[in-house]
């Protein structure tokens, strides 16, 4: 194939439509965690279940809405996952009750799966080509960072204003009219980046036409399945992607170990977003330059080191330099694993016209976490209030950040010369 570099601004809202899509479901309830659970009467366990049951809808998704991928251009599937995603915004903002909290994280299981994910990693192939794959995956979910940093900032700006007691002292109903001005102002973004992939994210005829087949045969599924990279891929995303939820649980531990108010909580987690940019952007040059699958092992050994520092009760609410430094290194671990699992598919020749079908197939394993991290750490955390249920939550970070690393070695050791 012989593709035009697609334009910078293809990147560029392929970075906004990459994260915005997941604000309303996953990137609310990481920064505002404690208020989730107040506002919606929860425990961890029950929004545990929520992402239980988007898990499930998701799993379907993937392997279904892989190889629609390969069959339509990126930017209407994108476009459509956009708006319905934002329409379930308007349901979330009306506090709905536990059971139509469920059928709704069914329903963005659907829209940010279905027609969203494989597409948008089959368009950052794209832009990447032959020689900037850590560049294209790392800037992808380095700007994804940042976009979520800015709504997380965003959100706690608006959280802030509605509030009118001191922090400490905020009652349920100031927390559901703060927290609904978030959510309808994150859905009508949403819903505009919508408007602008439609309009602008465009490749040119030539180029298209090579990365869409008119039919998808089970021969090509049956090629894709024969790959050994397809399968340690499996390993390596579930196992990364276990990390990437554990984060969720940090804006909750700076309120029950540190003993942070609601809002500087909030802020916990959206440090922790506006780190993310910072370490996508990095390691995808430094892989560029180097072995990207080298540093998708050592983001697998930062992450177990990290995971490490808050299991063995190292820190103390006193310690907030500490604290921040330790959130620091998991995130460079789990971020940076992030940004490269999918930037060695080329290392692990999978074909780019069935990057959607392989995406599909991957995340069928690969992102699993999204029906059993949620309820796992929910389980431990309520389990064993306080301190010992985060340490049992890092030492299932720790697990899976050895068992991920051990596959990531064994890729390397398979695709670490560079396929021409």
Not at 354 to 377: E, H, M, Q
Request: aromatic content about 16%.
């Amino acid at each position: 194939m012989n593709q035009k570099k697609a334009p910078w601004y293809f990147l560029l809202l392929l970075i906004l439509a990459g994260e915005s899509v997941f604000i309303l479901p996953f990137v609310l309830s990481r920064v505002f965690r404690p208020t989730v659970l107040e506002a919606f009467n929860l425990n961890n366990f029950q929004l545990g279940e929520c992402f239980f049951v988007y898990g499930i809808v998701a799993l379907l998704s993937y392997l279904f809405g892989g190889p629609i991928a390969d069959k339509f251009p990126p930017r209407k599937l994108i476009a459509v996952a956009l708006w319905m995603t934002a329409l379930g915004g308007l349901v979330y903002a009306t506090f709905p009750d536990y059971t139509t909290l469920k059928i709704l994280y069914g329903y963005w299981g659907f829209t940010t799966i279905f027609l969203f994910w494989a597409p948008m990693i089959k368009a950052t192939r794209v832009w990447g080509g032959s020689t900037s794959q850590g560049k294209a995956f790392g800037f992808l979910d380095g700007g994804r960072g940042l976009v979520g940093a800015l709504f997380g900032a965003m959100g706690v700006f608006i959280f802030s204003l509605f509030i009118t007691s001191d922090a400490s002292q905020v009652t349920v109903l100031e927390s559901r009219v703060a927290f609904k001005q978030v959510i309808l102002v994150s859905a009508g973004i949403v819903a505009l980046i919508g408007l602008a992939v439609w309009f602008f994210m465009k490749l040119d005829h030539e180029t298209e036409q090579e990365i869409i087949l008119e039919k998808i045969t089970t021969s090509q599924i049956l090629e894709v399945l024969k790959l050994p990279s397809v399968w340690l891929l499996m390993i390596i995303i579930l196992c990364a992607y276990v990390g990437y939820k554990i984060t969720d649980v940090f804006s909750l531990y700076a309120k029950d170990v540190m003993l942070y108010d609601q809002v500087e909580s909030a802020q916990v987690g959206t440090f922790l977003l506006f780190v993310r940019p910072i370490i996508g952007v990095l390691i995808g040059v430094l892989a560029d330059r180097t072995q990207t699958t080298f540093w998708l092992v050592i983001s697998f050994v930062v992450s177990f080191i990290g995971a490490l520092l808050f299991a063995l009760d190292i820190i103390s609410d006193s310690e907030t330099l500490l604290f921040f430094i330790s959130i620091l290194v998991v995130a460079t671990g789990v971020y940076s694993a992030r940004s490269l699992y999918f930037a060695v598919m080329q290392r692990g020749k999978i074909p780019l016209v069935l990057t959607g079908t392989a995406v599909g197939l991957i995340s069928l394993i690969g992102y699993t976490p999204d029906i059993f991290a949620g309820l796992a750490y929910g389980y431990l955390l309520d389990n064993s209030p306080g301190i010992t249920g985060h340490q049992h939550v890092f030492w299932m970070l720790a697990i899976f950040s050895c068992t991920g690393g051990i596959a990531a070695w064994y890729y390397h050791k398979l695709y670490k010369k560079k396929t021409t």
